[in-house]
């Protein structure tokens, strides 16, 4: 499945042009690799981070959607895991 129509029918975004505007942002990762193309394939048990108003959403996909349905159903497609880390982006040490 393409990354834009999953992002869209996980409501993650609210219209698939907008899905496929964050995914060529070039700031989503898919499993580590950083991707700039909307028609990149997603597959169960990938993990997918990027940001999106002022938070960082890392999911692993649990299943392929067949259609946008409600949110309910949309949440079952994915499992939110928690960032391992709170320091700098740059992976540098404040010296103080």
């Known amino acids: 499945m393409r990354l834009d129509m999953f992002l869209w029918y996980a409501r993650f975004a609210k219209t698939r042009s907008a899905a496929q505007a964050i995914a060529e942002r070039g700031t989503l990762r898919l499993d580590g690799r950083r991707i700039e193309r909307a028609h990149c394939p997603v597959?169960?048990?990938?993990v997918i981070a990027f940001p999106q108003d002022a938070r960082v959403y890392i999911l692993r996909v649990e299943a392929l959607p067949i259609r946008r349905g409600p949110p309910a159903e949309a949440r079952t497609l994915y499992t939110l895991l928690e960032p391992t880390g709170s320091g700098p982006v740059d992976g540098g040490d404040d010296p103080a």
Do not use: A, K
């Open 43 to 46: 597959r169960v048990g990938m």
